[in-house]
Nanobody
Framework: QVQLVESGGGLVQAGGSLRLSCATS????????VGWFRQAPGKERQFVAG????????GYADSVKGRFTISRDNTKNAAYLQMNSLKPEDTAVYYC????????????????????????WGQGTQVTVSS
């Protein structure tokens, strides 16, 4: 079982930055691919960024490319989402998710963008960007 806890959300002006963290107490966190998703009121959960279990591969939604950076530190059992040049449309609850691909990705080269792929989710952290 993997328990995920997000932190770092808050209120920021447009153009500002926030760094979200996703922490877990799981000892095998390094075996899990991680994704960040967001959900705005009345909208579906949306992929933001994903990173493979090894950290060698990452991918982003078009709407955040060049502004957001996903990373992980397996020695600290944590993943991060650095968000720069924030826009009001980035306002949402942000969730981190984890998935153990097991034999499907032996070299840690795959990230996953579909919510249904992930088995474990955090409780979410609110990000509000004012104009």
């Amino acid at each position: 079982q993997v328990q995920l806890v997000e932190s770092g959300g808050g209120l920021v002006q447009a153009g500002g930055s926030l760094r979200l963290s996703c922490a877990t107490s799981g000892r095998t966190f390094g075996s899990y691919a991680v994704g960040w998703f967001r959900q705005a009121p009345g909208k579906e959960r949306q992929f933001v960024a994903g990173i493979s279990w090894s950290g060698s591969t990452a991918g982003y939604a078009d709407s955040v490319k060049g502004r957001f950076t996903i990373s992980r530190d397996n020695t600290k059992n944590a993943a991060y989402l650095q968000m720069n040049s924030l826009k009001p449309e980035d306002t949402a609850v942000y969730y981190c998710a984890a998935e153990n691909p097991r034999g499907r990705d032996p070299y840690g080269r795959t990230y996953y963008s579909q919510p249904l792929t992930y088995d474990y989710w955090g409780q979410g952290t609110q990000v509000t960007v004012s104009s």
